[in-house]
């Protein structure tokens, strides 16, 4: 697994300036099973989140199909392996799961989807983690989410 810190620090330093404002986000993920961030952060002034998520690659989804979904770190492990089960229709999400913050719907090469979200349910304080529930992917598609001062 690689890591790049001074990709993230520059990420992280871009998103208080980002074009779209600061409650924009937008993350892409390719044929490659891999986000382009692994890391994502949002001031705490910002009372809804809006998420793109971009599929660059070509490949359809039932083969390297992505989603973005937000759980509490602790949570991500159970909520990926709880997921498998319920398929690709549900998009690898136990139906009705609390868990679940936040998910875009399962995309394959050349799709996207924009979800917006309430943050008001998000703590201070508490680690909070994006991944994609595809199976196996969670692995290397994962990052960390977090509200800034
Ligand atoms: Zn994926």
């Not at 009372?47 to 039932?62: A, E, I, N, W």
């Not at 770190?73 to 229709?89: E, F, K, N």
């Not at 050349?110 to 991944?131: M, N, R």
Request: with cysteine.
């Amino acid at each position: 697994m690689r890591f790049t810190p001074l990709v993230v620090a520059a990420s992280l330093l871009a998103a208080g300036s980002a074009i779209a404002g600061p409650c924009d986000l937008e993350i892409e993920s390719n044929d490659a099973m891999k986000f382009n961030k692994d890391s994502l952060a949002v001031p705490a002034s910002c009372k809804k989140v809006t998420l793109k998520l971009v599929h660059t690659g070509k490949m359809p989804k039932v083969a390297m199909g992505h989603n973005w979904v937000l759980v509490k770190t602790a949570d991500m492990q159970a909520v990926a392996t709880d997921g498998i089960p319920a398929g690709a229709d549900k998009g690898y999400l136990k139906p009705g799961d609390a868990r679940v913050l936040a998910a875009t719907k399962l995309i394959g090469g050349g799709e996207s989807d924009t979800i917006s979200f309430d943050t008001t349910k998000l703590k201070a304080g508490e680690a909070y983690s994006f991944f994609c529930s595809f199976p196996g992917h969670v692995g290397l598609m994962k990052g960390t989410f977090a509200l800034t001062k």
